[in-house]
């Protein structure tokens, strides 16, 4: 068979997929469907775990190789030109968990444009970051200089550090938040703008390999 079916989220919803294309950008889904295990022999995994509206962008990339907004922006100037900061998140989550190292640094890079476009972010993709990833990752390492290097700290309404921003911090992310900040200070890095680290700095690889 040519295509496959993904029964995702708690609802089951079922997505029809090109076998080929998945299994080029995952090991995860190559594994699952050119092994012997059922998957393989009845077409069709389950992902109960997996966001509706997260796999829904997915499919998009997958055939198109862009996390950018389809509709025509110029018709649409309001239209936002990348998905929400947590579906990004998310999409980096699903890449993890599916061992798609490309659809990461999309994501990742994703991000950072969205916020430098935008000149904001959202405390939650840290929460998704501390939840679903292991110490040191990548996705924590970017939401956390975003969130020393670009955003307000000091009392405002926009503050990340507000009243109702508060249950997306953990005891861990505030210590690497404290670190990030205490760094920066000592180093006179300027506020308002991602160190100079490189494209690579935030994106997964094999061993070896670079952008």
């Known amino acids: 068979k040519n295509t496959v079916v993904l029964s995702v989220g708690p609802s089951k919803q079922e997505f029809t997929v090109h076998r080929e294309l998945l299994c080029f950008y995952s090991d995860f889904f190559r594994a699952a469907f ?20 997260v796999f829904e962008i997915f499919q998009v990339w997958l ?11 110029q018709d649409q100037p309001d239209s936002q030109k990348y998905p929400d900061f947590e579906i990004l998140a998310g999409l980096w989550v699903f890449g993890d968990k599916c061992q798609i190292p490309l659809l990461q640094n999309c994501a990742a890079d994703a991000i950072i444009q969205y916020n430098k476009d935008e000149n904001r972010f959202r405390t939650s993709v840290l929460k998704t970051a501390y ?44 210590v690497d938040f404290a670190r990030g900040i205490s760094k920066a200070w000592m180093l006179g890095l300027p506020y308002r703008n991602l160190p100079e680290q490189g494209k690579c700095h935030y ?5 070896g390999e670079h952008c």
Not at 34 to 53: W, Y
Request: contains cysteine.
């Open 34 to 53: 050119n092994g012997s295990f059922k998957e393989a022999t009845e077409g069709r995994i389950e992902l109960p775990d997996t966001q509706v509206d």
């Open 131 to 174: 939840d679903h990833t292991m110490e040191g990752s990548p996705l924590r390492r970017l939401a956390i200089d975003i969130l020393v290097f670009r955003m307000v700290h000091e009392e405002a309404a926009n503050s990340i550090l507000r009243e109702d921003s508060l249950h997306c911090w953990s005891k861990e992310s505030l």
């Open 63 to 73: 055939y198109s190789r862009s996390l950018l907004n389809t509709e025509d922006l």
């Open 203 to 207: 994106h997964v690889h094999a061993e």
